[in-house]
């Protein structure tokens, strides 16, 4: 078997534990893998996902704080036939009851509390579920999820739920005869996992990303843009549940080459790692991760003749500030999705600074993409605004159970719209502008308005919510909500804000609120471009460039 042999990814694990079996696969701050390591483990899970009973196609989440586990998890979970539903661990009950039960998941892996740090997964599944049974060691049962069976407790055991320690004999049972027929049961057009991201609807949508997809956009990042070898040390921070996280630990399974991950996210931990480590790739995505990071007293410790390559999105003012710190290493700009298993487009770093600070790039190899009126959907001339559409092998294969919505998002020559306004230049590279959604980027994270207003609204005094962005110095943009309230009741700003706070995700929690009695409308709807114009003024006024931080309690 080659490298390009490998169509799943249980095939791409498979070839680097028989071609590098001794090679280090991942570094966390606390625990590393060598490939044979990584290998053993995920057979183990694979057995125990089996001897569960899960068929090929059910859905298994995992809800955990960022560490080793989410991604062994998953590759095992992968490797039973099942689809992996990784879960947002910054979500509250509220969100949380939306994707467990929509996605229909058959099982879930999570963890009780066990630091300061990350959230107390098991009792807010509770607070999701009031039905779920006291005693979840065994098979479940639960009127409000009818589909889920087991509730597995993963790096420690909790009390209530399946420790892993019989789970761990659950899989002795199963042969490995019984686990070679699964693996070989696996397609590469088969989903592989559903990923969970906001719309604009108030309900979340799971993109459905096969090993085809996610495999043909990990090679093209590889072998065409980032140009990784075994020799690399390729660093990340983002989430190990974001498309991202993700993506970025399957290309270097392809590449072969480590890597390195902070766990949660600690600025202390980075430098530590760029040192000891020796990076040569950082991948922060976002400005707001890897700003910390260069303004640390240990940065100039970092070799900076290693570091050849920063991948990171933000203005072009910020990138170009970005890239006066970094002497011997090129800094990348890109257009991601999860829809498209996370680069669509990326820059080359033998690009000139202007196009790789001023474009995304060229899409990847085998995408096509296209900029449409967004109302007619007609193609338009290079160099105009309008809505990006792409196809191609990297694509996702739809929304899980939405028929309505995938029946809307695709055109007669399967082309995805996505909603996003953006621009291609005469030589065919991308830039975004805006989106055409009603979305913000709040630090990296989507954050649908309507999810948020869903949440205000069960405030008994609030009637009507709108939720838009606000201009934030830190985070790009920050929620502010304008509420009108219910005839004859009253509520301030802080009370609204606290009634947020966690029960939805800190991002997702208003940093403004601001009272109306009427609305500005356009026909029927409200114009928010008004209001999103309203606060941006006010703030402007007051001189107020960075919002008050917001906790979870």
């Excluded at 249980?10 to 534990?17: Q, T």
């Excluded at 590759?75 to 689809?83: H, V």
């Excluded at 604009?200 to 495999?215: E, N, Q, R, W």
Aim: hydrophobic share 40%; proline share 6%.
């Amino acid at each position: 078997m080659t490298l390009v042999d490998a169509k799943t990814l249980n095939e791409l694990i498979a070839f680097r534990a028989a071609e590098n079996a001794d090679d280090v696969a991942l570094i966390f701050p606390d625990k590393s893998y060598r490939y044979a390591e990584l290998s053993d483990e995920v057979d183990e899970i694979a057995r125990g996902v089996v001897g569960l009973g899960i068929k090929p196609g059910d859905r298994v989440g995992y809800f955990l704080s960022d560490g080793p586990s989410s991604l062994v998890l998953l590759f095992g979970i992968l490797r039973a036939g099942a689809i992996v539903v990784p879960i947002n661990n910054r979500f509250k009950a509220f969100e949380l009851s939306k994707v467990v039960a929509q996605s229909g998941m058959v099982a879930l892996f999570t963890m009780p509390q066990t630091s300061a740090v990350g959230s107390d997964y098991v009792s807010l599944l509770r607070q999701a579920f009031p039905g779920l049974p006291a005693d979840a060691s065994a098979e479940i049962r639960c009127q409000e999820l009818p589909n889920l069976r087991y509730i597995i407790s993963w790096d420690n055991d909790s009390a209530s739920l399946m420790p892993r320690s019989d789970f761990k004999v659950i899989a002795k049972g199963v042969s490995e005869k019984k686990l070679t027929a699964r693996c070989a049961e696996i397609a590469p057009t088969d989903t592989a996992l559903i990923k969970y991201t906001s719309g604009t609807t108030g309900s979340p949508k799971g993109a459905m990303l096969s090993h085809a997809s996610v495999l043909g956009a990990a090679r093209g990042s590889v072998e065409e843009r980032l140009y990784l070898t075994p020799d690399d040390r390729l660093w990340s921070a983002l989430p190990l549940f974001h498309i991202g996280g993700v993506a970025f630990a399957i290309a270097c399974l392809w590449a072969g080459c480590p890597y390195v991950h902070t766990g949660f996210f600690d600025p202390d931990v980075a430098l530590q790692q760029l040192i000891e480590h020796k990076v040569t790739v950082t991948l922060p995505a976002f400005e707001t991760i890897w700003l910390p990071v260069v303004d640390h007293p240990r940065w100039p410790e970092v070799d900076q003749t290693k570091l050849r390559i920063v991948a990171c999105v933000g203005t072009e003012q910020r990138l170009r500030d970005i890239q006066s710190r970094h002497p011997d290493a090129v800094v990348m700009s890109c257009y991601g999705q999860t829809e498209a298993c996370g680069y669509l487009s990326l820059t080359r770093p033998d690009d000139s600074l202007e196009v790789r600070i001023t474009t995304g790039g060229h899409p990847l190899p085998g995408m096509e993409a296209k900029i449409v009126d967004p109302q007619t959907w007609e193609e338009i001339p290079r160099n105009t605004l309008g809505e990006i559409c792409y196809r191609g092998p990297n694509a996702f294969d739809g929304y899980f159970d939405a028929p309505e919505v995938n029946s809307a998002s695709w055109d007669k020559d399967g082309y995805f719209h996505t909603g996003d306004l953006g621009l291609m230049d005469e030589e065919g590279r991308l830039t975004f502008r805006d989106r055409i959604k009603d979305m913000l980027k709040v630090g990296g994270e989507n954050v649908a308005a309507a999810e948020v207003e869903d949440y205000l609204i069960s405030h008994p005094a609030v009637r009507v919510a709108q939720v838009v962005s606000a201009p934030d110095q830190r985070y790009v943009e920050v929620p502010a909500a304008f509420v009108e309230c219910e005839p004859g009741t009253s509520v301030s700003e802080a009370e609204l804000i606290d009634f947020c706070r966690g029960k939805i995700a800190t991002f997702r929690v208003p940093r403004y609120v601001r009272f109306v009695k009427e609305w500005p409308m356009s026909g029927t709807k409200i114009k928010k471009f008004e209001l999103r114009e309203r606060i941006a003024e006010e703030l402007e006024n007051t001189g107020i460039k960075q919002a008050p931080k917001v906790s979870s309690a």
